[in-house]
């Protein structure tokens, strides 16, 4: 019998080749055409913070290079010292370890993931720490959380986040993550004990975690003495609050309901966060901010975000809010909706992009069609192609011309996966030139801080691993769908007791009408952009006031951040743009005030969460009054409403109580004088 023919090697690719194949570290991967890092360093920079300790998992070496060559390592930089650790850290358990041990934290810092989009103002999150810090040293750490909604679309689809808050001292009492599905039901657990302690609990489903955290050198020593913990959340947190009576420590939470922050850790969040910034939500975290050096983005009134350098085919239409890199050229009779090209990508005729994210140099070739999906750099998309939605395609992947991508693939280059699938993988080829593999989206877990999926999002080596602590999750890959945009939950504060029937219309105007208040805009401009959006969808007067109100409270409390005073910035405001205001008030002339009344209590829903909101509902009512934007007769017919007296409406009615009797003592002289010269 012959010898067997030795078995031929597999051909192994240098790792740099490998690299440059393989997608890049996710703080890495372009967030409307920018880096997600740079915005988690740029909200840092805005807080004040001048020392930064960076932690990497898997990609450090690619993390490293980039922040070395950024603007952040410069002399202009406002750090004063980056510094990158490339450990072997598995969790954020080990990284607070490794940062334990290297005793360079003495006082308080700040613990974010790296995957954190934010505009808040930080300093009132740390000045709150700090007082409570004064008054109890058992207060080791503030959590910063976000009102937004228990269906809010930043908030994971497979368990709900449950806060339990002792609501006088916003002390967190107990954590716990409840299955959307599964034998544990809607049910958590709670200890006995807090309800012979805390006469007076809340349970939270409607806040999202924004793993932004103020800890005292207390949190380091806690990780160190208990070396099973591993993730923030489901261990430590939930871990301390529990031993509550052994270690004494407390946990406090700030809860903010005016201001954007929210994690990509997901590529549903990715998609929903992606939507934020374009809407922007996140200003001045905004493409046209231009963050990056050499980015030249402009913002136009049709709602799209350029760079220069773009060429637009015949009959070809760009619509909804779209990025547009530098050196991108779109074919005739392409429509892309809602979608962000990246550089010099190249669209051939008749072809559809929508709700889609294509990175740089990315081809999609003549009639292919691609919805809700993510074409990562280099990648080329073959003649009559269909991409179905939530389907991602990886690094330099080549799809043959008619070929269909079904819904939730991932197709990555064969010659990455073949080495290190594990067994179950679906390795089936779809075109012998494709290059390429087809696997579906699994599910992990789903347990927090697991960060980890099988998925493109990650080097050869990392693509099977279940301890990387910077990839993305894949138990919530669902895009939002842009046919069905009116179903999401808001991002202004309001009360349940309100219906939205037009909520595209809502996000849309507010975010239009802030745009054109922090710009300093004309009123006649804000009013013409708002009569555009009003005939667009057919939205009420209800709406339309409901989204001035919003606007305006939300430019107050940007004023009041930059230090103005509550009062100034009020009247600054009602003063500049009375007359958008008077533009949304039809009822001068009758007796009834239906539309006052309905201004006001826009007002009051506005600000019945906000921390001043007593006192800024007592000035906008007197500023409303001086400039004769609500009449006396539209006050007091507000004020005994039974809407503005109900549940929380009626926690911030007590300091505008002087106004109100002032102005019903001065009715009662007149009607007196009039009764006397009667007489």
């Known amino acids: 019998m012959p010898p067997k023919p030795p078995k031929a090697k597999s051909k192994v690719k240098p790792v740099e080749e ?76 080990d990284a607070m370890r490794d940062l334990d041990n290297r005793d360079l934290i003495t006082g308080d810092f700040i613990l974010v993931s790296g995957d954190v989009v934010a505009n808040m103002a930080l300093e009132p999150a740390l000045a709150h720490h700090r007082r409570r810090r004064e008054k109890d040293k058992s207060a080791i750490m503030t959590m910063v959380l976000r009102e937004a909604g228990m269906h809010h679309r930043t908030q994971p689809t497979s368990y709900k986040p449950v806060f ?97 922050a929210a994690r990509v850790r997901s590529l549903r969040a990715y998609d929903a966060i992606s939507k934020d910034i374009t809407g922007r939500w996140t200003y001045p975290l905004c493409p046209d901010s231009n963050h990056l050096p050499g980015q030249h983005y402009r913002y136009n009134r049709n709602g799209t975000y350029q760079e220069s350098g773009i060429t637009i085919g015949k009959n070809s239409q760009v619509k909804g809010r779209c ?102 993988t679906d390795t089936t080829l779809i075109g012998e030139e494709s290059g390429s593999n087809e696997k579906t989206a699994d599910s992990d877990d789903n347990s927090d801080e697991s960060d980890s999926f099988n998925t493109m999002f990650q080097n050869p080596q990392a693509l099977v691993s279940d301890s990387s602590v910077s990839t993305l999750r894949s138990d919530e890959c669902e895009f939002e769908q842009t046919e ?52 667009t969808v057919d939205a009420s007067q209800h709406e339309i006031r409901r989204a001035v109100v919003a606007a305006f409270i939300k430019r107050i409390a940007n004023l009041e951040e930059s230090g103005m005073g509550a009062r100034e910035a009020v009247h600054r405001v009602f003063s500049k743009y009375r007359n ?63 809407r503005s007296r109900h549940g929380n409406m009626a926690s911030i009615r007590g300091l505008t109580q002087q106004f109100i009797t002032f102005l019903q003592e001065a009715e009662e002289d007149e009607e007196s004088d009039e009764d006397g010269d009667a007489a």
């Open 164 to 260: 339990v808050l002792n609501p006088t001292t916003n002390r967190c009492l107990h954590y716990e993550e409840m299955r959307s599905s599964g034998s544990q039901g809607r049910h958590i657990t709670l200890e006995p004990d807090l309800f012979s302690m805390h006469p007076e609990m809340e349970v939270r489903e409607d806040l999202v975690d924004c793993h932004i955290d103020i800890c005292t050198p207390d949190v380091l020593g806690l990780w160190s003495d208990n070396f099973d913990y591993q993730s923030l959340r489901t261990s430590f947190l939930f871990g301390v609050l529990k031993d509550y009576e052994l270690n004494g420590k407390t946990i406090h939470t700030h809860i903010l309901n005016d201001a954007y």
């Open 484 to 535: 069905d945009r009116a179903r999401r939950a808001s991002f202004v504060s309001e009360t349940s007791e309100e219906a939205v029937p037009n909520r595209d219309f809502h996000v849309e105007a507010t975010a239009s009408i802030l745009d054109g208040l922090q710009k300093d805009d004309l009123p006649e401009n804000i009013n013409l952009e708002l009569t555009a959006f009003r005939m």
């Open 323 to 424: 990025v547009l890199g530098q050196g991108t050229a779109i074919g005739e009779g392409v429509t892309v909706i809602e979608s962000s090209l990246g550089r010099n990508c190249h669209i051939g005729r008749g072809a559809k992009i929508e709700g889609s994210y294509l990175w740089d140099n990315v081809i999609v070739s003549d009639g292919s069609t691609i919805r809700q999906g993510i074409v990562a750099e280099g990648a080329v998309v073959g003649k009559g192609c269909t991409i179905a939605p939530r389907a991602m395609i990886s690094y330099n992947v080549r799809i043959p011309d008619n070929t269909l991508i079904s819904a939730s693939k991932k197709i990555t280059r064969s010659n990455l996966v073949t080495e290190s699938v594990t067994e179950g």
């Open 18 to 93: 490998q690299r440059q194949e393989s997608l890049q570290a996710v703080c890495l991967i372009p967030l409307a055409n920018t880096p997600l890092i740079e915005y988690t360093l740029e909200f840092l920079a805005h807080a004040g913070v001048e020392e930064i300790f960076l932690y990497c998992g898997s990609h450090s070496e690619q993390v490293e290079n980039y922040v070395n060559a950024s603007r952040w390592k410069l002399p202009s930089s406002p750090f004063k010292n980056l510094v990158i650790f490339r450990s072997d850290v598995a969790s954020a358990g």
């Open 580 to 642: 958008v205001v008077e533009r949304v008030i039809f009822d001068k002339d009758t007796r009834e005030k239906p539309d006052q009344v309905d201004f006001m209590l826009c007002v009051q829903r506005e600000l019945v969460r906000r921390g001043n909101g007593e006192s800024l509902l007592l000035f906008v009512a007197k500023e409303a009054y001086d400039l004769e934007m609500i009449e006396e007769d539209g006050i007091l017919q507000w004020w005994p409403d039974i």
